[in-house]
């Protein structure tokens, strides 16, 4: 899978700087001002690891992430892990990468896993999510003693997010009833600098029952806690004391638990075409959030989307989501409610499923708007992709 966001492009800053002032303000900012992010998430709480809320696979995205109930493919470890017991392929792995902003920021993901008895009632994946910084000039030592400029002392390092996920899902002995669960470890990096490391376990369950589906979702429900700590060098202090920084001492990032409640149901409509109707209800508790239904004690983000499928060959799909409420830009004084609308469609070419996703067609939403791609290698027979 393969993303680019298509505007809000920020500078390229692999390229070396045209002019150097005489001060240690400027060469170590950037290193500070990463710093300064991990500190303020550490007192802030609420938005630790949002990396994991961006979402996988293009055909989540073109259906707004509207996946919990329904999603029946490799997928399904980061969407709903119960959801990999729905898969009747001995073998399967996906890879995305995503880069935004001209190629600043990076995010990749992959996950593979297989069928652990003959039956195909159970199965076991593996996925690596990561979002990074790469290349990042470290420029604290771009002055010499004497005041000249040595471009030969700047090194560079990467500030990344990671999240190794190990899933686990079988169906029970009603067959309509599957079960899953996922255990992760997360790493979050700032060069030699500092780092966190982090640990939490998710549950779901779906239930199928004719043509329709229920899926339920815990997302760190043991509280993911993030222990954070920093490594700076007698030099590197002495430069954030210069620059009014605060020197990071470490401490602890939470994750509280949400739910995701989703629900979809599919019907024949034509001959071989049918639709599938989706929704998805994300709660949480950890403050007030800007979303549909939002309060200091309960927040409510949904998620809609809907794919139209012609004999498993092609598909077609819309959503819409990231309902928010924002400014309005001719009376400050008056909020008004955006949503992000996003577009897909899905290819089946033998054992390789091909989609692609546009997000906020339109521009109409506060976000950018990036195309995506995704191809999965499904090992065998496979109608248990969702």
Known sequence: MYERAASGQLPNTRKTPAKVEDNMNRPVSFTALLL???ISALRA???SNEFLAIGVGAQAHGMSGA???HVGDITAAYWNPAGLAQINAPFQVAAMHAEWFVGVSQYDYLSFGKSLNREQ?????FSLIRL???NIPYTINLLNPDGTVNYDNVSSFSAADYALMGSYARKLKNPALSIGGSVKVIRRVIGSFGGAWGFGADLGVQYRKGNWMLG???RDLTTTFNAWSFNLTEREKEVFLQTDNEIPTGGTEITRPRFILGAAYRVNVWGKTTLLPAIDLDFTTDGQRNVLVSSKAFNMDPRIG???DYDGFVQLRLGAGNFQRVKDDFNPNKEVLTLQPNFGVGLRLGRVQLDYALTNIGNVAQVLYSHIFRCVL????ATGVG
Do not use: P, R, W
């Open 36 to 38: 300064v992010l991990a």
């Open 45 to 47: 709480q609420k938005y």
């Open 67 to 69: 996946q919990t109930a």
């Open 121 to 125: 009632n159970s199965f076991l994946a």
């Open 132 to 134: 990074g910084i790469d």
């Open 216 to 218: 339920l979702q815990g």
């Open 306 to 308: 809907i794919e139209a």
């Open 378 to 381: 499904i090992s065998g027979n």
